[in-house]
């Protein structure tokens, strides 16, 4: 059976410091990966996706970068954090398109505060 | 940008009702997912439905998807306090783009 991991599950951050979210699969090959931001328990964002290493598709313009080193590994970073980008972030991933319809499954998520 | 728009954003009940949730857009999807989440956790899959006029049953809740594919309805019998938490609807676009569009999602609440 396949499983997403997150770490940290949660990290508090001064303004202007560096950021690294760690996001893995295990269990299925060549998946499509996804980066999500979630404001106050309500919609999701989404911020990045990829659908093979070293591809990155971003959707929203920010300081927010993400990088896919390994089929199953997907990191989300920053180089000075914004008290905006306090959030809950959570990393999903689907079977490739050809297979099947998008259906998302998701991680347990990392809640950022940046004070 | 295609959305979709959920109602009620917010819902309290008494064990045992029933409730509907809506999902609706003036855009057409190909599938479209619900999802459950709980507070501190991540949204968990409940269903995907595919086809227009489609319904789907998961024990008490029952899943329809619009005839012309651009709404959907989440409807739950004898509701629990297990039931509670944040439904969020998401509906994936033709084209073969990899990305969900999500609504901002209905919070129930059911009391015992």
């Known amino acids: 059976s396949q499983t997403i991991h997150q770490w940290p599950a949660t990290l508090v951050q001064p303004v202007g410091s560096p950021l690294s979210l760690e996001c893995t699969v295990e269990g299925t090959s060549n998946p499509n990966l996804y980066w999500y931001r979630q404001a106050a328990g309500r919609g999701l964002q989404l911020l990045f996706y990829?659908?093979?290493?070293?591809?990155i598709s971003s959707e929203v313009p920010q300081n927010l970068s993400a990088s896919r080193p390994q089929d199953r590994q997907f990191i989300l970073s920053s180089k000075k954090l914004l008290l905006s980008d306090s959030g809950f972030y959570l990393c999903a991933w689907s079977v490739p398109r050809d297979r099947t319809y998008n259906e998302q499954f998701f991680g347990p998520g990392t809640r950022l505060t940046v004070l | 940008t295609q959305l979709l728009e959920q109602s009620p954003q917010f819902l309290s009940i008494q064990e045992g009702e029933n409730l509907t949730v809506y999902c609706n857009s003036s855009?057409?999807?190909?599938?479209l997912q619900w999802y459950r989440q709980e507070p501190g956790e991540g949204p968990v899959l409940l269903v995907t439905v595919v086809t227009g006029g489609e319904v789907k049953k998961l024990k008490r809740l029952t899943f329809q998807f619009g005839d012309a594919r651009k709404d959907s309805s989440l409807h739950i019998t004898a509701a629990q306090p297990g039931d509670t938490g944040l439904y969020l609807c998401?509906?994936?676009?033709?084209?073969?783009?990899?990305?969900?569009?999500f609504g901002k999602g209905t919070l129930l609440t059911v009391n015992p």
């Open positions: 855009s057409v999807f190909s599938s």
């Open positions: 990829s659908v093979g290493i070293g591809q």
């Open positions: 998401a509906g994936e676009e033709g084209g073969s783009n990899y990305k969900l569009t």
